[in-house]
């Protein structure tokens, strides 16, 4: 047997059982499978000359950690500009605003990242608290969620903006004043591709490196997968040209968008393009949308939102959807649905058990991403139906607050925001909660998703009590939900996510047990060793 890598003085985590396996290395052969586990002289034994052996002196291995929703390219763009996600208040954004400009040359572009709408407190979200700092500039600023953006006035008249529009996205909206004028508020990829098309672009190779930077940063934090929850643009040839280059540290699994007004010859496009890809990146599934998001009011609520908002589903037909989830289903493709508010969440469930009652392959796997405020009758279905459930803990963590003073929470009122992110009701239920960040809307290492997940407290503070503490999950949960929950919805629990004779050695070594550290200390568990299909990614140099 030809062996690629030897992990030796392991301690090797089952997340299934939350144990230790009885061996202590592993060796992998050269089809990047784990090809025994067993004790270190007899690993040891199956190296030669080619093999990186690995002396972990005591680390921990647990099946590589995958992140359930990441937007790579998506981020890799987006967050060179500024990022504006540690401002607290209006006059930390004009601070780093004014810094900014500072440094731009006559017509230069500010393109900024991360600003929290809490920032605006009582006063509406828009362009104008920010007018001064950027008079003659034109600057895209984009909110958290990247589903709205803040354009400066020299931005909209560039883009030729000058008053509402409509759009095929129903929730998609240029947000004017009572007078009929932009605030410079932008709702939706529709609004916001109006100014982002006027506004100069990166070069290709300026993007192929940003995403190559970006992976390797994922790959050092202990990544070693991503399923990737859009394939716009040229995304699928960045990751083919990375990949033929051996460049892609990752596994990507790659689902990409079906929009309002797909017609069926589009569906059928989608349906061609599934299994396009390479040794490490292929399509797999379709990335629907049934709402926007709470925080500017496009979410799809079962009653309207305190300012009377998040009304309306994102496709104007909800039933075209419907339609659409069956076409997918009965030709055998998984699908992943944005839906945040009850509405769409409930409207979801009901599309693919109508789909599963029409035929087709009832072991295809849909999901339901974000998932943020649901009732208790709608718990049950996520098992009833095999739909997984797609979370992102961070979020609850760092966008809302324990006392609903922030945004999110004052949009909806206190039952709804008292049910926010209901990791703990789902798991409890029997549904498979697999685990992400959705970076770029926040930080994609893994760990702080885990320990976000158990802790349910803002990652800048931690001194802050806890929003729904009663929704955590324990450790070894969210673990699984970055393990062999993220295998499950891939369809590849044979495959991967334990550590088993056969399955893919994607491993991610931790320097401590992450089932024994305490949650405030797992975002800096350092991550000794990254590996996909046995090829080293990212080492620690006291490893």
């Known amino acids: 047997m030809s062996t690629r890598l030897v992990l030796h003085s392991a301690r090797l985590l089952d997340p299934a059982t939350g144990g230790f396996l009885a061996a202590s290395a592993l060796a992998v052969g050269e089809d990047g499978r784990i090809a025994a586990l067993g004790d270190d002289r007899a690993m040891r034994e199956l190296a030669g000359p080619a093999t990186t052996v690995v002396d972990l002196k005591g680390a921990v291995v647990t099946p590589g950690l995958v992140d359930g929703h990441v937007h790579p390219v998506t981020g890799a763009e987006l967050t060179g500009g500024l990022d504006l996600s540690r401002c607290a208040d209006l006059a930390d954004v004009r601070e780093a605003l004014a810094g900014e400009v500072r440094g731009l040359g006559r017509g230069d572009w500010l393109f900024a990242w991360g600003l929290d709408p809490n920032v605006f407190g009582d006063e509406p979200v828009g362009v104008a608290p920010f007018d001064t700092v950027l008079d003659g500039v034109p600057a ?36 004017c004043d009572a007078d009929g004028r932009p605030t410079g508020l932008l709702q939706e990829d529709a609004a916001c ?53 051996g460049r892609l540290p990752l596994r990507l699994r790659v689902a990409p968008w079906c929009q309002p007004g797909t017609d069926a010859l589009g569906v059928q496009e989608l349906i061609s393009l599934q299994g396009r890809g390479g040794a490490l990146w292929q399509v797999a599934g379709v990335k629907l949308f049934m709402d926007g998001t709470i925080d500017n009011g496009t979410a799809w609520l079962e009653k309207p939102d305190c300012h009377g908002e998040s009304t309306h589903a994102f496709w104007p037909d909800p039933e075209a959807y419907t339609e659409v989830i069956g076409a997918l289903h009965r030709a055998g493709v998984p699908t992943a649905t944005h839906a945040i508010g009850d509405a769409a969440v409930r409207h979801v469930l009901d599309a693919v058990e109508k789909a599963r009652s029409t035929g087709g392959d009832p072991g295809v796997r849909h999901r339901v991403e974000h998932i943020e405020t649901v009732p208790d009758d709608t718990l049950g279905r996520f098992a009833e139906l095999g739909v997984i459930a797609s979370m992102q803990p961070t979020h609850c963590c760092d966008f809302t607050r324990a006392d609903h003073t922030d945004n999110w929470s004052r949009r909806l009122g206190e039952e709804r925001a008292g049910r926010a992110w209901r990791c703990r009701d789902l798991v409890d239920s029997g549904a498979t909660v697999v685990l992400g960040s959705d970076w770029p809307i926040a930080p994609f290492p893994p760990l702080g998703v885990l320990a976000g997940a158990v802790h349910r407290r803002p990652t800048r503070d931690l001194a802050q009590p806890p929003h729904g503490p009663e929704q955590a999950l324990t450790v070894l949960e969210a673990l699984r939900g970055l393990t062999t929950g993220a295998a499950y919805a891939a369809g590849e629990e044979r495959s991967s996510g334990r550590l088993a004779a056969g399955h893919r050695a994607d491993l991610t070594v931790l320097a401590a047990d992450p089932l024994t550290t305490p949650a405030a200390e797992l975002p800096d568990l350092p991550v000794l060793l990254t590996a996909v299909n046995g090829r080293v990614t990212h080492r620690a140099p006291q490893l």
């Not at 931005?155 to 095929?168: V, Y």
């Not at 940003?210 to 934090?221: C, P, Q, T, V």
Request: charged content about 25%; overall charge negative; aromatic content about 4%.
């Open 140 to 175: 895209f600023l984009l909110l958290f969620d990247a589903h709205s953006a803040l354009a400066s006035r020299r931005a909209l008249e560039l883009a030729g903006i000058d008053g509402p529009r409509s759009f095929a996205q129903a929730s998609a909206e240029i947000v």
């Open 193 to 245: 591709e109006l100014v982002e098309r006027v506004a100069p672009q990166p070069t290709r190779a300026e993007r192929l490196e940003r995403l190559a930077e970006a992976l390797d940063g994922m790959a050092a934090a202990g990544l070693t997968g991503g399923h990737v929850m859009d394939a716009n643009g040229d995304s699928l040839d960045l990751f083919a040209e990375l990949d033929a280059a």
